[in-house]
C-alpha cells in the first residue's frame, strides 16, 4: 500500500507529548482496555522514535510507529520490541492497520488547511479515533481535536500552568484546522478571549498557585456559556475541553 502523505520536519524532543499521552490514557483507557485488538498508531513520530516509546510505556497497548520517510523507519528499528512496538512506513492510509487509535501531533500542521478535512477522513476511516494536534518544542504548550468518523468531537488546550504568562499564547499551538481562525468574528478567537478574560479576572487568586488561578479561569469561561466537557480534577493539570463545535470555524 502506498504512504498517502508528504515527509515533514521531524523534530521531536524526549517528553514532548507527554500531556496528550496522559490525557489519552485518562480519556480512552478504558476504550483500549475493551478493545478486541487495542493497537495504537503513532503517525509522523519524526527523526527519532522517542514518542513512539514513551506512548507504548505510558498506554501499555502494542504501539506502531508509521513514518512516510523510509531512513526514519530504517533508523528507528533498533527500538523496536515486536510484538509490543514496531516501525513502519507509512501515512495517512494507515499501511493497512486498523487501529483503536491514532495519535498525530505536528504533522498536519507543516500541510495546507485544504487537506487537514481528508486527512482525518482517512485516519478515521476504519474506526478509529483520532487525536490530531500540535505542541511547542518542549511540550508545555499544546492542543489537540479528537476526530470519530462522525468529525471532530473536542478540542482541549493544555499548558504548564507554571510556566504560563497568558492562555492567549495557546494561539500559537492550535491545530491547523484552527490556527488560520483565530481573528475576531471566528469562535476559536472568541473562546480564547474569554478564557483570556477569566485569567486576569481571577489574578488575585495567583498567591494559591498557578493550578487555582486556571480552575477558576475555566470555571468562569464555563460559566459564560462555553460547552466545557471535562471535569475540575482535568482543569487542575492545566487543561481546558470544549464540543468542537463552539470552535469550529
Not at 201 to 209: D, E, I, K
Request: with cysteine; hydrophobic share 45%.
Amino acid at each position: 500500500m502506498r504512504p498517502v502523505g508528504s515527509i515533514t520536519r521531524g523534530t521531536t524532543n524526549p517528553n514532548r507529548l507527554r500531556r496528550v499521552d496522559n490525557w489519552i490514557a485518562a480519556t480512552f483507557g478504558d476504550r483500549l482496555r475493551l478493545a478486541d485488538d487495542p493497537l495504537v498508531i503513532d503517525l509522523g513520530y519524526g527523526a527519532s522514535p522517542v514518542t513512539a516509546v514513551e506512548l507504548r510505556a505510558r498506554l501499555g497497548v502494542r504501539v506502531v510507529g508509521l513514518e512516510i520517510d523510509p531512513a526514519r523507519v530504517a533508523s528507528a528499528q533498533p527500538f523496536a520490541d515486536p510484538p509490543g512496538l514496531e516501525f513502519r512506513r507509512g501515512g495517512f492510509e494507515l499501511a493497512g492497520l486498523r487501529p483503536a487509535l491514532v495519535r498525530a501531533f505536528n504533522v498536519l500542521r507543516q500541510y495546507p488547511e485544504s487537506e487537514v478535512d481528508g486527512a482525518w477522513t482517512a485516519m478515521t476511516a476504519s474506526g478509529a479515533v483520532l487525536v490530531e494536534g500540535t505542541c511547542d518544542e518542549l511540550g508545555r504548550l499544546a492542543s489537540w481535536v479528537t476526530v470519530t468518523g462522525a468529525g471532530p468531537q473536542t478540542l482541549t488546550l493544555a499548558s504548564r500552568l507554571a510556566t504560563l504568562d497568558t492562555p492567549a499564547t495557546l494561539a500559537e499551538r492550535l491545530p491547523k484546522a484552527l490556527i488560520h481562525h483565530n481573528v475576531p468574528g471566528e469562535r476559536i478567537h472568541a473562546l480564547l478571549s474569554t478564557l483570556d478574560d477569566a485569567w486576569r479576572a481571577a489574578a488575585p487568586l495567583t498567591v494559591f498557585g498557578p493550578r487555582q488561578r486556571w480552575r477558576q479561569a475555566v470555571a468562569a469561561t464555563r460559566a459564560a456559556g462555553w460547552p466545557i466537557v471535562d471535569r475540575p480534577a482535568r482543569w487542575r493539570l492545566g487543561e481546558l475541553t470544549v464540543r468542537y463545535g463552539a470552535v469550529a470555524p
